[in-house]
């Protein structure tokens, strides 16, 4: 299954929940999509839910890093929400976790912006 | 006991290839008794290796294949992953985790690869492309 994204208001927040594969092809592709659209919209405040998210690749991992950078440069923050273990050890592997903020619990990260 | 024949799978430059090959390693390994907290990250570094056949090496040209060759022997899995493409010099590839290449779309897919096995060389393959070996030691369980 490629990924799947629904967004959803919480307060000023826009809550992005993620579920299936973000892999090279169809499903990075679809999330740039999102992300940069989102972010061209004026949405300045984006929680990406990884909670149903089971695989990401390293194409994933860079649509990550493209729609952080994306998001920062129109003003905005983009910060992750329930890491599975696998897309965790990911983020230590590639040192990412100094780059994004990652939070367990959505009205947490929610409070945070 | 001897070592089967080495099972060389030709296929085609093509997204859909990374999933086959992907299944294809994941179920000779698991078959050899390889854990399944470990079959995740094998499963991973064999899409990144393929991945970087089919779109950097291949170029997704019809006409080029992708050489998957799956080389079992007692308590490890050796792993072949060829292009047909113009080589790349694994030295020119940035180092993902300096500082300045963090920010960057792209190439992670080699540290990842090297994360997830036991050993990992790129060398020039005949008549052209490259060739990337991985090798997977089974822990005893």
Known sequence: ?113 | MSSPAPVVHLLDSTIETIDAAEALVTQAAERMGLGEDDLPGLGMAIRECVANAVVHGNRYSAKKKVHLTLNESPGELEILVGDEGEGFEIHDVPDPLAEENLLKQSGRGILLIRAFVDEFDVRRRQPNGTEVRLLKRLQPQ
């Open chain 1, 1 to 113: 299954m490629s990924v799947k994204m629904t967004t959803r208001q919480v307060g000023d927040v826009t809550v992005i929940d993620a579920s299936g594969r973000i892999t090279l092809g169809e499903g990075s592709s679809a999330f740039r999509d999102m992300i940069r659209d989102l972010a061209s919209q004026g949405h300045k405040k984006l929680l990406l839910n990884l909670g149903d998210v089971s695989y990401i690749d390293s194409s994933g991992i860079g649509e990550m890093v493209s729609g952080f950078t994306t998001v920062t440069n129109h003003g905005g923050m983009l910060k992750l929400l329930n890491l599975n273990k696998r897309v965790k050890d990911l983020l230590q592997i590639t040192k990412l976790y100094t780059v994004f903020e990652v939070f367990e619990d959505e009205a947490t990260a929610v409070r945070s912006f």
